[in-house]
């Protein structure tokens, strides 16, 4: 007789049951770390009530009475504490995305440097990592900020370059008049064209998965980015007017500025995690089997295409996580702004402290923040790389 027939409770064939699998040692675990952290907050506001201070988020709403370096959204002393922590904010993000520019920049350029044939581009590349790797952030911020100011011209010597008006204060660029309806063509123009990129490179991807036949998309993308703001600017009826940078007395008048400590962090940080993300890439591109690269070339693929259709597919799948790290790395390294005055959250949130005695709160607040902006980014960057992994899945199959 059979076997599961005698034994009625035997296990029987199919696929695993699925869900979440917890424990009792998980759930234990989880009250444990609950009623700690329980503890601490009572026996944190205890002390503050014994100490005479009530804790709260009120102070938030008092007026701040102090004034920012530079801000990019409207701002003055008269202000609220939340409202200087939001210009911190703004200030953060803004340096944030330079530095990550410049770094993704200087990290591709690099990483494929330190894989190329020519030996000398290797040293240089190998010498450049090596040089800021093993250097503090908070040294080569330093360096570059003393050299910034004592190496550039003085505001009445400005130097002037084409559009640029370069001192030791700021780097004047110009600008879009005034108007309305030229920030609401920007603002548009920025929203709209990357969305209809993003939208014309699914259908050509879709396009080729179906039929087989590829969809030009850089040349449909230049296009995108010269008439849709062409035609924005007709519709809007947008004067497009620049400002320009001029020199006036112990000022410059018209244009935007960009102070020195904001260009000294975003060139700080761009480099120095340049570096590290030219090894990740590095790294990457040596992981790629050299056999398919080889095969590449006999199919008659120019070196271009082997690149992009053979190289860089593998090399997302490979650099992303990574990536991710190094990106949220160079976000929380914002915060060695403060060294060189430059006002974002971190020193907005000092001054806080000490105006108010509330270092509890706003430190709670800088922490949520900074925590907020690390899962946004990472957790972008994660559903990137699951749909890249999914869609060679599906592929593979």
Same mark, same amino acid.
């Given at each position: 007789?059979?076997?599961?027939?005698?034994?009625?409770?035997?296990?029987?064939?199919?696929?695993?049951?699925?869900?979440?699998?917890?424990?009792?040692?998980?759930?234990?675990?989880?009250?444990?770390?609950?009623?700690?952290?329980?503890?601490?907050?009572?026996?944190?506001?205890?002390?503050?009530?014994?100490?005479?201070?009530?804790?709260?988020?009120?102070?938030?709403?008092?007026?701040?009475?102090?004034?920012?370096?530079?801000?990019?959204?409207?701002?003055?002393?008269?202000?609220?504490?939340?409202?200087?922590?939001?210009?911190?904010?703004?200030?953060?993000? *803004?340096? =944030?995305?330079?530095?990550? %520019?410049? @770094?993704?920049? &200087?990290?591709? #350029?690099?990483?494929? +440097?330190?894989? $190329?044939?020519?030996?000398?581009?290797?040293?240089?590349?190998?010498?450049?990592?090596?040089?800021?790797?093993?250097?503090?952030?908070?040294?080569?911020?330093?360096?570059?900020?003393?050299?910034?100011?004592?190496?550039?011209?003085?505001?009445?010597?400005?130097?002037?370059?084409?559009?640029?008006?370069?001192?030791?204060?700021?780097?004047?660029?110009?600008?879009?008049?005034?108007?309305?309806?030229?920030?609401?063509?920007?603002?548009?123009?920025?929203?709209?064209?990357?969305?209809?990129?993003?939208?014309?490179?699914?259908?050509?991807?879709?396009?080729?998965?179906?039929?087989?036949?590829?969809?030009?998309?850089?040349?449909? *993308?230049? =296009?995108?980015?010269?008439? %849709?703001? @062409?035609?924005? &600017?007709?519709? #809007?009826?947008?004067? +497009?007017?620049? $400002?320009?940078?001029?020199?006036?007395?112990?000022?410059?008048?018209?244009?935007?500025?960009?102070?020195?400590?904001?260009?000294?962090?975003?060139?700080?940080?761009?480099?120095?995690?340049?570096?590290?993300?030219?090894?990740?890439?590095?790294?990457?591109?040596?992981?790629?089997?050299?056999?398919?690269?080889?095969?590449?070339?006999?199919?008659?693929?120019?070196?271009?295409?082997?690149?992009?259709?053979?190289?860089?597919?593998?090399?997302?799948?490979?650099?992303?996580?990574?990536?991710?790290?190094?990106?949220?790395?160079?976000?929380?390294?914002?915060?060695?702004?403060?060294?060189?005055?430059?006002?974002?959250?971190?020193?907005?949130?000092?001054?806080?402290?000490?105006?108010?005695?509330?270092?509890?709160?706003?430190?709670?607040?800088?922490?949520?923040?900074?925590?907020?902006?690390?899962?946004?980014?990472?957790?972008?960057?994660?559903?990137?790389?699951?749909?890249?992994?999914?869609?060679?899945?599906?592929?593979?199959?």
């Amino acid at each position: 007789m059979d076997r599961k027939l005698q034994n009625p409770h035997a296990t029987q064939d199919g696929p695993p049951k699925t869900g979440p699998a917890v424990s009792l040692a998980d759930i234990g675990i989880c009250l444990a770390i609950l009623v700690a952290f329980a503890l601490v907050a009572f026996n944190v506001h205890s002390n503050m009530t014994t100490a005479g201070i009530q804790p709260g988020f009120g102070f938030l709403a008092q007026q701040a009475g102090f004034d920012l370096s530079e801000t990019l959204i409207p701002y003055g002393a008269n202000d609220s504490y939340l409202r200087a922590i939001l210009a911190g904010l703004a200030n953060t993000i *803004a340096v =944030a995305c330079a530095s990550l %520019v410049i @770094a993704c920049i &200087a990290g591709l #350029l690099l990483g494929l +440097l330190s894989v $190329s044939a020519a030996p000398l581009a290797r040293l240089f590349a190998l010498a450049y990592v090596e040089l800021f790797r093993n250097l503090p952030k908070i040294l080569v911020l330093l360096v570059i900020f003393v050299a910034a100011v004592n190496g550039l011209p003085a505001i009445r010597q400005a130097l002037v370059l084409g559009p640029f008006t370069i001192s030791n204060r700021a780097i004047y660029l110009p600008s879009l008049s005034d108007d309305p309806r030229n920030t609401i063509w920007l603002l548009v123009s920025l929203v709209l064209v990357p969305a209809l990129i993003w939208f014309w490179a699914r259908r050509a991807t879709r396009h080729q998965t179906l039929t087989g036949k590829r969809v030009p998309v850089l040349p449909v *993308a230049l =296009a995108l980015c010269i008439t %849709v703001p @062409a035609v924005l &600017a007709i519709v #809007l009826a947008a004067p +497009l007017g620049l $400002s320009w940078p001029v020199l006036e007395g112990f000022s410059v008048e018209g244009g935007v500025a960009l102070s020195i400590q904001f260009c000294t962090v975003a060139v700080t940080l761009g480099l120095y995690h340049g570096a590290q993300i030219a090894e990740v890439l590095r790294g990457g591109i040596e992981a790629v089997p050299k056999g398919q690269i080889e095969a590449a070339a006999a199919l008659g693929l120019r070196n271009g295409q082997t690149t992009r259709l053979v190289v860089v597919p593998q090399v997302l799948r490979t650099v992303v996580p990574p990536l991710n790290n190094q990106f949220a790395n160079l976000l929380k390294n914002t915060s060695i702004s403060i060294a060189v005055g430059y006002s974002d959250l971190m020193s907005v949130a000092g001054t806080a402290i000490n105006q108010t005695f509330r270092p509890l709160e706003t430190m709670l607040i800088t922490m949520s923040i900074y925590l907020l902006l690390c899962l946004a980014l990472t957790g972008a960057l994660n559903q990137w790389s699951a749909r890249i992994s999914a869609r060679e899945g599906r592929n593979a199959r």
